[in-house]
């Protein structure tokens, strides 16, 4: 798994650079299998990127929580299982 950490205060930049910063890391090495993402990276663009690229983001889903209780439960469990 690949280790990116931005240290900037501005979290939006951040979510931008991850594109830029996996193609330095893939210069020197080939593409990660996986990305541990906090959710203001998961946006469309960087996951089409992934999925076109054969790398699986985990991290928190996008949109709303779903209604059902239980099915929100198992979301999270899988979630903090992937991490």
Do not use: V, W
Not at 14 to 22: A, F, K
Request: hydrophobic share 25%; with cysteine.
């Amino acid at each position: 798994m690949a280790s990116f950490s931005g240290g900037g205060a501005d979290i939006f930049l951040d979510s931008l650079s991850l594109i830029p910063r996996l193609n330095r890391y893939c210069f020197c090495q080939k593409h990660p299998e996986r990305i541990l993402a906090d959710k203001i990276c998961r946006n469309r663009e960087n996951l089409s990127y992934c999925e076109t690229n054969g790398i699986h983001m985990n991290g928190p889903k996008l949109g709303r929580p779903p209604k059902d209780k239980q099915l929100y439960e198992e979301q999270k469990r899988q979630e903090r299982t992937e991490a």
